[in-house]
């Protein structure tokens, strides 16, 4: 079996289930005695033990309740910076209880910490198979990607070009696979 057959079974979806899985369980697990919180010390309180709470169920240790804190307020600052927010509108959610109040900001870190382990994941199944500093393993895997999509107009006759990006070539072509075959199965 190629290389490339050996990564896609194991980045296949239910592959990933088995990483994910976990984190969904560790947030449908947590009780929450209320969807608001009354100020900032408990916003900050309820948001590092969630954290600390999926950290020890999914990994098996808890962290220093500072750095359970704090890491929980970097993943809600960092994803509410998205919308053009930032922790005080997030504690303003919390406290108000608009837009899923708490629930929805415990949401926040578990798909954060999902994306990571499964990012994490990903990155060992490709350095299982091509190691990191092996060049010829990377063009191998890159020939090997060219032959299976077939490609018109990309420089296929020299792989090692593309070599160096062989992690996001791979993670692209996966993703792309997992739609197409999405598609299917709706039609």
Request: glycine letters at 4%; proline letters at 3%.
């Amino acid at each position: 079996m190629r290389t490339i057959e050996h990564i896609k079974r194991e980045l296949e979806p239910r592959a990933l289930l088995s990483v994910s899985n976990a984190h969904d369980d560790a947030r449908i697990s947590y009780r929450l005695d209320s969807n608001t919180v009354q100020d900032m010390h408990e916003f900050i309180s309820v948001i590092g033990d969630y954290l600390n709470y999926h950290h020890e169920t999914c990994l098996g240790g808890r962290l220093p309740d500072f750095q359970a804190e704090e890491m929980a307020k970097e993943i809600v600052e960092r994803h509410h910076k998205r919308s053009g927010g930032n922790l005080l509108s997030a504690y303003t959610q919390a406290n108000t209880g608009l837009n899923g109040g708490m629930r929805k900001i415990l949401d926040v870190i578990a798909d954060e910490l999902r994306e990571d382990a499964l990012r994490r994941y990903t990155n060992h199944v490709l350095d299982t198979y091509v190691t990191p500093n092996a060049w010829p393993e990377k063009v191998a895997l890159i020939r090997e990607l060219v032959a299976v999509l077939k490609l018109d107009g990309a420089d296929t006759d020299h792989p090692e070009r593309y070599a160096s990006d062989y992690k996001a070539l791979i993670e692209t072509y996966l993703r792309n696979l997992r739609r197409t075959e999405e598609a299917f199965f709706r039609m």
